[in-house]
């Protein structure tokens, strides 16, 4: 596949049209960029939704012993049977051998005596003193051990989805962990000293619209957002964060309001002003500068197998992305992509091996890359097989790019897809009222389109 070095200043040229990547051979890139995390042991707890990287195998049988599947009479022999005790669930069974005509009570669930033939429900039993009849069918109401789940067998295969019932059904077997592949840890970077992240917006700001899109983003994809742990003395000056431009950690707000914490718990400079009421956020705000974002990438590459850097992607003067990858030595393997929007995106290795995605500031355009990059690669990471694809007929008067994908919001409806509007690279309006993105390739003549589904 092809392989976009960029060893220095990023690139001119009129909007890179040339240099970037077609849409899907981008996206099988991504998908190929890493191969699963290596396994590992967690609990079950913390095993919901990933893969698992190991069978579950019965370590003990279902059900464990031989259980009574009926409130009544476990007996021995033909009838009247006399009833010599009684056996409750959780209780061990009636010591030794049942005998021939008799009988003990017995609970659903309680283990059955050796020697009993079959248990009587209670609602088939006559009673009398300590006489019980009634007709019964040898083996009838009894669960011998292991019928529903052999102790040894392999009940789940590696590869599943670890969901409830999974979940559910190991604990019954006795696992207390599951061997899976663990979810991809992802850090995200904000850029932007013009975005701020509470409040109005005020002059020549703008309103971050792409980190709180992307926990429930990673989440759908299988990954965990973890703190981006920014390193004090790198270039990151502490500041005043009423100013742009201000520390990491800190948003570039409006004097008067309050700002976001970065980190959750483990970001270094996570900074709350004093008194405010400041909601922490587990993304990290990097201020514009190579020496800013350089640290940045290096410390959260450190810490997460996948670094997202939101903006400073495309070619101006605060957009420093490319600089710092070329700096730091970085595989650029997509240096951007042929479609509409979302064109500057960026895929590279990181040394040492970490991924690193560049998203396109614009925030309908971020999630265009995300969905070609960033989610391909996720789940690589993750274990997961590619989604099967969607194809649908697409309505309405959709005009192709002569050169470029598109990628269309639409809501998917039983004859065809239907654009929703509204999505310009600017705003999310449109994906917000969609549920996928419609790829319409170049030069497109009206044949079904591929849909990719959006996070729900
Ligand atoms: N000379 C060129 N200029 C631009 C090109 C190009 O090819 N040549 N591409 C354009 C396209 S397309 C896009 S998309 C943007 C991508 O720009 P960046 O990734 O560098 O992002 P910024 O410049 O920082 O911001 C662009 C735009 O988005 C707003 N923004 C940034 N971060 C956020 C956020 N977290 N939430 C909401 N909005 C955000 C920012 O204020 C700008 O308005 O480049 C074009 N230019
Ligand atoms: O393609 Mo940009 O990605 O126009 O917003």
């Not at 939704?49 to 007996?75: E, N």
């Not at 409750?88 to 017995?106: K, N, Q, S």
């Not at 292991?146 to 190991?170: F, Y």
């Not at 951007?336 to 991924?355: E, K, M, N």
Request: glycine letters at 14%.
């Amino acid at each position: 596949m092809t392989r976009n070095s960029i060893r220095g200043p990023a690139r001119k040229g009129s909007r890179g049209a040339a240099a970037d990547m077609p849409w899907a051979e981008a996206r099988a890139l991504a998908a190929a960029v890493a191969g699963p995390l290596p396994p590992a042991e967690v609990p079950l707890a913390e095993a919901g939704g990933l893969r698992l990287a190991a069978p579950v195998r019965a370590l003990a049988p279902i059900p464990g012993f031989d259980t009574a599947a009926m409130d009544g009479y476990a007996v021995a022999g033909p009838p009247p049977w006399r009833v010599v005790g009684s056996v409750l669930a959780g209780r061990v069974a009636h010591e030794g051998v049942l005998a021939p005509g008799t009988a003990v009570e017995i609970a659903t669930g309680a283990e059955v005596p050796h020697g009993a033939d079959a248990v009587l429900p209670v609602e088939g039993a006559l009673r009398t003193g300590d006489l019980v009849r009634g007709e019964i069918a040898r083996g009838r109401h009894i669960r011998p051990r292991g019928t529903d789940c052999p102790q040894g067998r392999d009940l789940v295969t590696a590869g599943a989805v670890v969901t409830p019932a999974l979940l559910g059904l190991a604990a019954s077997v006795g696992h207390d962990t599951l061997t899976v592949h663990p979810p991809p840890r992802v850090a995200v970077l904000v850029t932007g000293d013009e975005v701020v992240s509470t409040g109005l917006p005020g002059r020549g700001r703008v309103r971050d619209a792409i980190g709180p899109m992307l926990p429930g983003l990673l989440s759908w994809s299988g990954a965990r957002l973890v703190p981006a742990p920014l390193p004090d003395a790198a270039g990151l000056p502490g500041g005043d964060p009423g100013t742009a431009g201000s520390w990491p950690g800190r948003d570039a707000d409006p004097p008067g309001r309050a700002p976001y914490a970065a980190g959750g718990g483990g970001a270094g400079r996570g900074g709350v002003a004093a008194g405010a009421e400041a909601p922490v956020v587990p993304w990290a705000r990097v201020r514009d500068s190579v020496e800013a974002l350089a640290a940045a990438v290096t410390a959260a590459g450190a810490a997460a197998d996948v670094v997202v850097v939101c903006g400073a992607s495309s070619k101006g003067p605060a957009d420093h992305l490319r600089r710092v990858l070329a700096d730091l030595g970085a595989e650029v393997l997509v240096a951007g992509v042929a479609c509409r929007p979302g064109h500057p995106q960026v895929l590279a290795r990181l040394p040492g091996g970490r991924v690193l995605v560049g998203l396109p500031g614009n925030p309908f355009a971020a999630l265009v890359a995300a969905m070609t990059l960033l989610v391909p690669a996720l789940r690589a990471l993750g274990g997961r097989t590619p989604p099967g694809a969607q194809w649908s007929a697409l309505a309405g008067d959709v005009r192709p790019h002569p050169a470029l994908t598109r990628l269309v919001a639409v809501r998917r409806a039983e004859d065809a897809a239907v654009p929703v509007g509204h999505d310009r690279p600017g705003t999310l309006w449109g994906a917000a009222l969609a549920d996928a993105l419609a790829v319409v390739p170049p030069g497109w003549g009206g044949a079904p389109v591929e849909l990719v589904e959006l996070p729900s």
